[in-house]
């Protein structure tokens, strides 16, 4: 089986996280590998929703984290029995199949119980002790399924009912003495080369009569049962095997264990380990929200390596990853930012390039493999290089994104500057728009030996929006910080039309000395020419935080 590989941008994710996990994922399914699916931890920030709309392009998969879940180990190919089938048929299901247990469903498809073969010897022995007036529920169709029995006359052939077995072997005194004792409504008899059993069988209107070892009924018989209403067939089998394959006859839904309960695909392993265990055979079902079966879980199953593999694209630290990545195998990853204290037991795909934006290298790879880029494809690129290098004017951009925005430009027939205000108008509204929202729609958390902190960045056209709120800012970066027991916490404003920031921050007391950037006010510092937190803001914070180290 192909395992899933999720494309995941950073967990909060911005325009060139997301384009670039979408236009990845599409290469690779262009390539052939349709397993490539785009994904998201976090939700878009209005520019990403913006550009996601305008294009019509279905936005990433969100999963907002990848707790171990049983669908990430199920086994998703998984045979089933109806409950009406016979225990015969099943087991023979599960013998060719080599499979340990079998979801027995109804004529919806919906989970009814699990049958394995513990549940099956339990039930078998209850209903083979000849010290127990047992009666077996069965069907007259069931019966000639499973023994391959021939018909001479069927009444009702498939009303379940509970049988009564009567071995026809004894003299014809004892036997009409045995036939007496036993209600002949649900009464079925089975004996050999027996004519006066059969008439008295035929004249007593015993729901069945099975003839075994091949022996025939004569025509007056014959129709002396079609006017009773006794059911006659003819067993291929000895006495003894057809009493025994009587049993067998049985519907699964009789032998199955129904105290076992299915699971869910979104469980977590967390949560259904010990539902495992206490399960008798070390299975259990997984139903779907409509409790329709979609595959089988057991304990050998969590040994093994999960069905999902990973691409990171436009970050390479865990601190910036879906929570739970350290569960799964990273494939590769693609990104533009320094690199980060990520390591790997086993070699992977590693491109890094020291560039404006993830999406210029994903149009590269296109280039590269020499498959057209879709125009609604290419449109999410460009809009990612211009989010990310405002335009084309931050610091960060390179000769290598300018001609890759002109090429996307051409493509889609879309003026750079004309969609680059577009998108950047968008992403910079904040009326309306808690702190909180701010602060997450695109925050990444770093890590410096002992220390981690937060740096959030949102571009504005003009300052003063922010400013006026600024109490509520830092009050929620202290939240923020408290919370992760951060270092500090800090919000990148970027000014588009000044190119220049200012950046609020909330620290721990110790570390205000170290901050070196130029004071506007408490807690507020202005940033002239700085625009981008990956190349000019990441470094300068990076040395403070080591003299604070040291």
Known sequence: MNKTVYIFGHKNPDTDSAVSAT???????????????????????????????????????????????????????CEVVQEDESVWAALGKMQTSQLRALPVVDKEGHYKSLLHYSAFAQQLLLVLNPELQTNI??????????????????????????????????????????????????LIVITSDRESIYRQCIEQKVRLLIITSGYMLDKELKEMAQKNGVSVIMSPYTTSDTVMMIAYSTPVSIM??????????????????????????????????????VGIISEHDLTNEPNIRLVLVDHNEMTQAV??????????????????????????????????????????????????????????????????????????????????????????????????KEILTAGSRIKGRTATEVIHQDMKEYQEAKSAYTISQIEVGNLKEILDRKKEFLEELEIERR????????????????????????????????????????????????????????????????????
């Open 137 to 186: 529920s069965t069907s007259i169709g069931l019966i000639i399924r499973t023994m391959n029995a021939q018909p001479l006359v069927v009444h009702n052939q498939e009303d379940i009912f509970k049988a009564s077995i009567l071995v026809g072997a004894a003299s014809d005194e004892t036997f009409t003495k045995m036939l007496n004792a036993h209600s002949s409504e649900n």
């Open 323 to 420: 929570e739970g990545v350290e569960n799964y195998k990273i494939q590769e990853v693609i990104d533009h930012h320094r690199i980060g204290p990520l390591s790997t037991t086993y070699p992977i795909t590693f491109i890094n390039k020291p560039i404006g934006s993830t999406s210029t290298i994903i149009t590269g790879l296109y280039q590269e493999a020499k498959i057209p880029i879709p125009k609604d494809i290419a449109s999410l690129l460009l809009c990612g290089i211009l989010s990310d290098t405002l335009i084309l004017q931050s610091t960060t951009t390179t000769e290598i994104d300018r001609q890759t925005a002109e090429y996307l430009s051409n493509i889609t027939d879309l003026d750079i500057q004309t969609i680059g």
């Open 23 to 77: 236009a990845y994922a599409m290469l690779k399914q262009l390539q052939g590998f349709s397993n490539y699916k785009a994904a998201r931890a976090g939700h878009f920030n209005p520019q990403t929703d913006y550009i996601y709309k305008k294009f019509n392009v279905t936005s990433p998969k969100y999963m907002s984290n990848l707790t171990p879940k049983v669908e990430y180990y199920m086994q998703d190919s």
């Open 483 to 550: 919370s992760g027991k951060h270092l500090f916490a800090a919000l990148l404003v970027t000014d588009i039309t000044q190119l220049s920031s200012v950046l609020l921050i909330e620290y721990d007391p110790k570390f205000e000395p170290f901050i070196t950037f130029p004071k506007q006010e408490n807690n507020i510092y202005f940033l002239k020419d700085v625009v981008s937190r990956k190349k000019q803001l990441v470094p300068l914070i990076t040395e403070q935080v080591e003299n604070y180290q040291r």
């Open 256 to 293: 199955a264990d129904a105290e076992i309960h299915a699971v869910h695909p979104e469980d977590t392993i967390s949560r259904i380990r010990q539902i495992l265990q206490d399960s008798p055979i070390r299975r259990l079902p997984v139903v779907d929200a409509e409790n329709k079966v």
